[in-house]
């Protein structure tokens, strides 16, 4: 493992490193944003419209997908030609705009993913997607400093969660606290009237 290709070992390593934590990445980030995409459409009160999407005939999925994708190219070519132009707000808008395609395949893969699966093409592509994926997160698994990064992450939300805990205890303790004092100064002005009368 210390002597991948030589003396470029370590330029190598790195390389494979960063792009296993870039597939990761971005499916976390695929399935997070397309179970948000999920729960907005549920909020806004669109299941409607998403029963309607699951009930669409297969041959009308190619399209969405081509255009979504075709989407996806568009704002590619939008985004360096706003960099070119010196619009640099602009083109970076049109850089988040494109990764919000992402969460939008994921969306549509968990709408007829399964529906997909019975044509010769898609689940060959699934099933290399799927041995790519358990090939980098098995090497990532057993690496060192993924388990580092994995007792970091432990500690980091253990003390988050004992933080949370004592700011909520504080957070109580000041709710009876004002609680009491607003018993006394209802008191306080019971009294007065009283006195008054």
């Known amino acids: 493992m210390h002597?991948?290709?030589?003396?470029?070992?370590?330029?190598?390593?790195?390389?494979?490193i960063a792009f296993a934590l870039l597939l990761i990445l971005l499916e976390w980030m695929a399935r997070l944003l397309g179970g948000a995409v999920h729960w907005a459409i549920k909020q806004l009160g669109f299941t409607h419209f998403e029963e309607w999407m699951r009930g669409l005939p297969l041959w009308c999925v190619g399209p969405i997908v081509?255009?979504?994708v075709a989407g996806y190219f568009f704002l590619e070519m939008v985004q360096w030609a706003l960099f070119g132009m010196h619009y640099y707000v602009l083109g970076?808008?049109?850089?988040?705009?494109?990764?919000m395609i992402f969460p939008v395949m994921s969306y549509l893969w968990n709408l007829y993913g399964e529906r997909l699966?019975?044509?010769?093409?898609?689940?060959?592509?699934?099933?290399?997607?799927?041995?790519?994926?358990v090939l980098i997160f098995d090497w990532v698994h057993r690496?060192?400093?993924?388990?580092?990064?994995?007792?970091l992450k432990d500690r980091t939300v253990a003390a988050s969660r004992e933080r949370i805990a004592y700011l909520h205890r504080?957070?109580?303790?000041?709710?009876?606290?004002?609680?009491?004092?607003?018993?006394?100064f209802a008191r306080a002005r019971r009294l007065n009237r009283a006195r008054h009368r």
């Open 66 to 68: 081509l255009a979504v």
């Open 117 to 133: 699966l019975i044509y010769r093409p898609v689940r060959w592509m699934y099933g290399l997607y799927m041995y790519l994926h």
């Open 170 to 184: 504080k957070l109580v303790q000041l709710a009876r606290v004002l609680h009491r004092r607003r018993s006394l």
């Open 92 to 99: 970076a808008l049109a850089h988040l705009l494109k990764w």
């Open 143 to 151: 690496q060192e400093w993924y388990h580092k990064a994995m007792e």
């Open 3 to 16: 002597n991948w290709f030589g003396r470029r070992g370590k330029f190598v390593r790195g390389t494979i």
